[in-house]
């Protein structure tokens, strides 16, 4: 399967900006779409944002349009979430997860990285 390594967490203030990356290794070319999730402080973990990997189109949660960027280098195998105006509410571990096709979901996860935004 895909191999999936998040990085870039960190603590920021209320209105800063991070940058999340997901490195994929293994089977990358079975990929159809990467995205992201979230699991805040005692909820479950939901969706962020996800780009289709062949042409780049790209889908967000109400919570973060307008705020975080999901991009993706195909030559490095890697996906990013750029976030700004940042929330305490953004606080959470955040995953990267990949799927290898439209409606097949997603079955490979990284571990987690962990963002806290502070008042």
């Known amino acids: 399967q895909v191999q999936l390594v998040e990085s870039g967490g960190g603590l920021v203030q209320a209105g800063g900006s991070l940058r999340l990356s997901c490195a994929a290794s293994?089977?990358?070319?079975?990929?159809?779409?990467m995205g992201w999730f979230r699991q805040a402080p005692g909820k479950e973990r939901r969706f962020v944002a996800r780009?289709?990997?062949?042409?780049?189109?790209?889908y967000y949660a109400d919570s973060v349009k307008g705020r975080f960027t999901i991009s993706r280098d195909n030559a490095k195998n890697t996906m990013y979430l750029q976030m700004n105006s940042l929330r305490p509410e953004d606080t959470g571990v955040y995953y990267c997860?990949?799927?290898?096709?439209?409606?097949?979901?997603?079955?490979?996860w990284g571990q987690g990285t962990q963002v806290t935004v502070s008042s």
């Open positions: 997860a990949s799927g290898r096709s439209a409606g097949g979901g997603y079955d490979s």
């Open positions: 293994g089977r990358t070319f079975s990929t159809y779409v």
């Open positions: 780009i289709i990997w062949s042409e780049g189109g790209t």
